[in-house]
């Protein structure tokens, strides 16, 4: 049983940083390949960031590239992601979610998905 629990989330000014963190309570952590899925209000999920079993893995979205940083440590059962000069588009929720197959993060597919924490980006 893999259950997703998020944290880190709040209001930071813009250019400002947040790290959220997505601990996994399930005894197959690194089996997952993790990633980061956001939504604003009113708009379609966006994919944010994914990383595979293998910590080398990572595929950043365009639009947080360069601010956005993934990681994963297995031994903690943790995956953060590190969001430096952030700006208001990226106020949004923010869901870690996991799955078997890397490439089903891309297309917001997952197995298993946390409850979403809240980042808002004041101007």
């Known amino acids: 049983q893999v259950q997703l629990v998020e944290s880190g989330g709040g209001l930071v000014q813009a250019g400002g940083s947040l790290r959220l963190s997505c601990a996994n309570s399930g005894r197959t952590f690194s089996s997952y390949a993790m990633g980061w899925i956001r939504q604003a209000p009113g708009k379609e999920r966006e994919f944010v960031a994914s990383?595979?079993?293998?910590?080398?893995?990572?595929s950043i979205a365009d639009s947080v590239k360069g601010r956005f940083t993934i990681s994963r440590d297995n031994a903690k059962n943790t995956v953060t992601l590190q969001m430096n000069s952030l700006k208001p588009e990226d106020t949004a929720v923010y869901y870690c979610a996991a799955t078997e197959y890397l490439h089903e993060l891309q297309q917001l597919k997952a197995n298993y998905w946390g409850q979403g924490t809240q980042v808002t980006v004041s101007s």
């Open positions: 990383i595979g079993w293998s910590p080398g893995t990572t």
